[in-house]
């Protein structure tokens, strides 16, 4: 057994060995994990990788440890600082990589909080980065909270592709949380964090919840900020999106959309004006060219508002185009456009009834809340949850005034 070299209160960071090199496969090789990397690992690259670990702790004294649980035992990844290539130098890179199923439980935030501490306590670095690929935003957080600041962006070249990556940096003697503070109400307030859309899991401890638009990779699948699926791979949702239709998926700011919702895109719209549905022409071996574009019933783009909360298992039909603050009701099966501020229920979806009258539906339109800075909305949550309508009339009222 290798000794330990950092222990926190959940805990132990060690080197590994060749007898970890199971647990270690389990990791780089899981598809989840290593999306970051452009993909899992081989066995060949496995080995090297573990190879090259050994040969950091014997060159460096230090490398990435493998991370265990204290009170099993098991191997849940990958933690520690290496040496990396940045800015024409060699800088120490705190690094972590852990398995799917503990992700979104603070391990990784715990452990590369205890290797900075380590990293400036005992190693004596002035200085300790983190040089993360722009696309993971969770290991991004990360950083963030552990006290580290964005400082540069670069290009690194891996596995023959072009990956932007972002750096961070915290120094010496920059104030930074200390592991017992991590995840904590004084870690959270010290770090002052706003809201980030770029986040993937914006709930703390929940990977069950995400905002849609950093998962989001169709180029025709357009979301706001901080809108949210209770779901994972919400493009898995979309479904007969197809590229030589080009239809788009546009959905805005702070919306709502509950587990089981379904987008269907005009790709699922067979010809209805000739003697057969099926269709041949993007069947392979068949020679029917495709209808003209007149015979086939396209609806166009499926637009989404602002703030609009669609219910558990309802599906929008292509070319719907639902009104900022709908409400969609459980179910719903919605082939008709939605004003603005309606609840719509029932297959097919019929209007229950609209949520404000007329005048603040026009005042909040006016307003367009989502469309302010952070800090604007901030000081609008009062607002915004009020129940007092008649207050909210006149709070707005004064808003839209003072705006001019």
Known sequence: MQSVIIETDRLLLREMSLSDIEALSSIL?????????????????????MQKQLQRYREHGFGLWGVFLKDTGEMIGQCGITMQEYNGGQVPEIGYLLAHKYWHKGYATEAAAACCEYGVDVLHFDALYS?????????????LRNGMTLTDTIVKHYRGVDMPHKVFC????????????????????????????????????????????????????????????????????????????????????????????????NGANHQMNAASTYPFYIMEGWTETPPAADDLPLRGDTIVGNDVWIGQDATILPGVHIGDGA???????????????????????????KRFDDELIGLLEKLRWWDRSIGEIQRLIPLLTDSDLTRVKKNIIGILEQNG
């Open 170 to 265: 915290v120094r010496k003697d920059d104030a930074k949380p200390k592991v017992s503070d991590i995840g904590t109400d004084k870690n959270i307030k010290e770090m002052e964090m706003q809201p980030n859309p770029d986040t993937i899991f914006p709930v703390r401890g929940c990977d069950t919840v995400t905002y849609v638009k950093p998962t989001v990779k169709n180029p025709n699948i357009i979301v706001g900020d901080f809108t949210y699926f209770s779901d994972t791979d919400f493009e898995r949702h979309v479904l007969h999106h197809y590229d030589f239709i080009g239809d788009r998926l546009i959905i805005g700011k702070f919306c709502q959309i509950a587990s089981g919702v379904t987008f269907i895109m």
């Open 29 to 49: 090789q899981d598809e989840n994990v290593m999306y970051a990397y452009n993909g899992a690992f081989s066995d060949e690259e496995t080995l090297a990788w």
């Open 327 to 353: 409400i969609i009701g459980l179910g719903s099966i919605v082939g008709h456009d939605v004003e603005p501020y309606t609840i719509v229920a029932g297959n097919p979806a019929k209007v229950i009834r």
């Open 131 to 143: 040089i993360i690929r722009d696309t993971n935003t969770a290991s991004q957080n990360v950083a």
